[in-house]
């Protein structure tokens, strides 16, 4: 028997005797944020249950039940003040927003303070809330704590050899365009990698020394970062597209997908760019005579000497990383979390094993102690987001867009309100797929266009709930109203011009 959380909308058949559902899946699972369920024994049950209460309904005291022969225990995790979680999701990201602005504090106790607030809004308990808020933070801890700091070790320990001068010296040599292969690098790792977090750290070490200026250097980090996401949310097989194209492709080909996704999301990344070049056209202008800013070296300081070949020792992490995928993918067969840790790690490893025992230790200490500065930022905003998927928030605005909305924005909608509310674009794939299967919206939108709806509407709205956002603001250095304009708004713009793309699909091509 196993204990997780559970879902108001997976059922198969109705229990009279205590007015829930069961499913055979030897699963005895945990209402989502209604109830806490336990049972004493389902060994002489026919199929082991799976209980779920639907969300908003319980301020209701839950006694000693007894159905097919195993016993459930309810305990009340909602308390008397119960709001709409739409209204108190506004009302959360709005304090959460002028906090962060007025009082410029870390925002891991931001985070942490808003998904409190809006636990006890909608109607949970303080232990529910803190229960949500501890699992949130182990999910987001256990899915990026050895990426982040593995990417943090191997670029502290380029900076202390002075390798990453080396690379960027390598760069400059072919790349007379530093914004454009930002851009690009982003959107190309982003797939292989599956993961666009962990293509940006990745990168980052490398554009945050490619540029002197620190406007022109920071907008090779948004690039790199919105490059990666418009890949990440469009291109199948990443693990944003895969949960959608499993639920709702009906058996369309993923090569036709991918025939009409990938000109679509390279369209989308030409428009980013042309965004950039517009509010920063200085980050666009190359010097003809600016020499690389490359310190000259020598062997008596203990240096690597400048050459004028590739340095392909700094590169040797980074080389590492891309052949440990097809590794862990053909040899290894490693699932795809598994596959980001493990390339990772390889990459870390390949760095501490060739640095030098003077920097070694130093490189390390530094590593840890700015991966662990980030890795606290977005542990609180998957806190926050945890907390407020658990509490019925999905059901909810799916049951109220279908009421006020035609039936072709809902995809769009849901899967926007989804990722403002707990901030992966992942998690939104999953939960809009799990939402909208079975319901009349399937059987109403083409799958391809359907499939492009929802990810159009996971890059929406892109702020305080999203990891990401705060791994670029902790990254930049800038403040929440600059990585808004410049991570924020370009994905939602993004965002809305796959919407266009998509309702264009669904009314001109497949009607």
């Known amino acids: 028997m196993r204990w997780c959380a559970g879902d108001a909308d997976v059922t198969r058949k109705k229990c009279p005797a205590i007015k829930s559902r069961l499913l055979c899946d030897k699963t005895l699972c945990a209402g989502n944020a209604t109830g806490l369920i336990s049972a004493d024994s389902c060994e002489q049950a026919a199929c082991s249950p799976r209980i779920s209460l639907i969300a908003g309904s319980p301020h209701l005291q839950y006694n000693l039940k007894k159905a097919n022969n195993f016993q459930v225990f309810f305990y009340p995790v909602t308390s008397t003040l119960h709001m709409d979680p739409l209204l108190a999701f506004v009302i959360t990201l709005a304090l959460i927003t002028i906090v962060s602005l007025w009082y410029r504090i870390s925002p891991f106790f931001t985070l942490i303070g808003g998904a409190v607030l809006f636990g006890l809004l909608a109607g949970m308990t303080p232990d529910a809330t803190m229960l949500g808020i501890i699992a949130g933070i182990g999910k987001v801890f256990s899915a ?85 996401i418009i890949s990440y949310a469009l291109i199948y097989p990443t693990p944003v597209v895969i949960p959608l194209f499993e639920a709702f492709s009906g058996g369309m080909s993923p090569f036709l997908f991918d025939a009409i996704s990938i000109p679509l999301s390279l369209l989308v990344l030409g428009g980013i760019l042309l965004y950039f070049r517009f509010i920063h056209p200085a980050a666009f202008i190359t010097e003809k005579d600016e020499s690389p800013a490359i310190p000259h070296y020598s062997q008596g300081a203990g240096i690597p000497v400048m050459h004028k070949g590739i340095h392909w020792r700094a590169w040797t992490p980074f080389i590492a990383i891309l052949i440990a995928i097809p590794i862990a993918l053909l040899l290894l067969h490693l699932s795809q979390v598994s596959m980001i840790n493990f390339i990772m790690l390889v990459g870390a490893v390949t760095a501490i094993a060739l640095a030098s025992p003077a920097v070694r230790a130093p490189g390390l200490s530094q590593g840890a102690k700015h991966a662990g500065l980030i890795i606290f930022d977005i542990c609180g905003a998957g806190a926050l987001g945890f907390v407020i998927v658990k509490s019925g928030f999905a059901q909810t605005a799916l049951g109220q867009l279908t009421l006020l909305i035609p039936i072709v924005l809902v995809p769009f909608i849901l899967a926007a309100l989804i990722e403002t509310a707990q901030g992966s674009r992942v998690v939104t794939a999953v939960i809009t797929a799990e939402v909208l299967a079975g319901s009349v919206i399937v059987g109403a939108i083409h799958p391809l266009p359907l499939i492009l709806l929802i990810g159009a509407g996971s890059c929406v709205v892109s702020y305080v709930t999203d990891p990401f956002f705060w791994l670029v603001q902790r990254t930049t250095g800038d403040d929440i109203k600059t990585v808004v304009k410049n991570y924020t708004l370009p994905i939602a713009l993004a965002g809305v011009g796959i919407f266009i793309v998509a309702v264009g699909l669904e009314y001109l091509v497949f009607r």
């Open 144 to 228: 990026f704590g050895i990426i982040i700091l593995c990417g943090a070790v191997i670029a502290k320990l380029l900076q202390e050899q002075h390798q990453i001068e080396e690379i960027v010296a390598d760069i400059r040599r072919y790349v007379k365009n530093p914004p454009v292969i930002a851009g690009v690098s982003g959107y190309l790792l982003s797939v292989p990698i599956t993961c666009c977090i962990t293509a940006y750290i990745m990168l980052n070490p490398i554009l945050d020394s490619l540029e002197k200026d620190r406007t022109k250097r920071n907008v090779l980090l948004y690039l790199a970062a919105v490059g990666g």
